[in-house]
T-cell receptor, first 110, second 112 residues
Framework: GDSVTQMEGPVTLSEEAFLTINCTYT??????LFWYVQYPGEGLQLLLK?????DKGSNKGFEATYRKETTSFHLEKGSVQVSDSAVYFC?????????FGTGTSLTVIP | EAQVTQNPRYLITVTGKKLTVTCSQN?????MSWYRQDPGLGLRQIYY???????DKGDVPEGYKVSRKEKRNFPLILESPSPNQTSLYFC???????????FGPGTRLTVL
């Protein structure tokens, strides 16, 4: 079945460090791919998305490229801030259903 | 303000006592879903609805019911809650099949 696998956390980085969170997927057809972010005590918010192969989603300095050949959608940011501390979820939609990864907790220390 | 609201935000109850968690969206979205979030398991879909009076099971529907009598509301019903339903629940809506989801703030449920 369709699924999303993302790197386990927690991840702890110093401010201004480079961030990569890996995400790979299994899906029939041509899914759309998403990254959501969950700040403490809140619901998930859309961070970025890509709807077809080679699309790059970007927002707030975060980027992810839809790689069909490697079935991946890795999240990157060149210089993280303390305010980026949150849980990040990779997700895909195929047909009527969304599938989420298990989430990666990121803590950025000053 | 476009939003998804859920009530209550926190609930402690006992095994077997029926409860309802309400969900409402003001964006005229077609699709609505319920998820539960558990440590190490991420978000798992309980039920979803594609329109009024159209609902379908997600990955973990056992022990839950839903209804969609109006477009804006999608309540989650636990007829006889059990401790394994202790979790963080999220309602979400989206405009169409490929649209991204808007999430509510979550309901933390504890079943003793």
């Amino acid at each position: 079945g369709d699924s999303v696998t993302q790197m386990e956390g927690p991840v702890t980085l110093s401010e201004e460090a480079f961030l990569t969170i890996n995400c790979t997927y299994t899906a029939t057809g041509y899914p759309s791919l998403f990254w959501y972010v969950q700040y403490p005590g809140e619901g998930l918010q859309l961070l970025l998305k890509a709807t077809k192969a080679d699309d790059k989603g970007s927002n707030k300095g975060f980027e992810a490229t839809y790689r069909k050949e490697t079935t991946s959608f890795h999240l990157e940011k060149g210089s993280v801030q303390v305010s980026d501390s949150a849980v990040y979820f990779c997700a895909l939609i195929t047909g009527n259903q969304f599938y989420f990864g298990t989430g990666t907790s990121l803590t950025v220390i000053p | 303000e476009a939003q998804v609201t859920q009530n209550p935000r926190y609930l402690i109850t006992v095994t077997g006592k029926k409860l309802t968690v309400t969900c409402s969206q003001n964006m005229n979205h077609e699709y609505m879903s319920w998820y539960r979030q558990d440590p190490g398991l991420g978000l798992r879909q309980i039920y979803y609805s594609m329109n009024v009076e159209v609902t379908d099971k997600g990955d973990v529907p056992e022990g839950y019911k839903v209804s969609r009598k109006e477009k804006r509301n999608f309540p989650l019903i636990l007829e006889s809650p059990s401790p394994n339903q202790t979790s963080l629940y999220f309602c979400a809506s989206r405009l169409n099949l490929q649209g991204h989801q808007f999430f509510g703030p979550g309901t933390r449920l504890t079943v003793l």
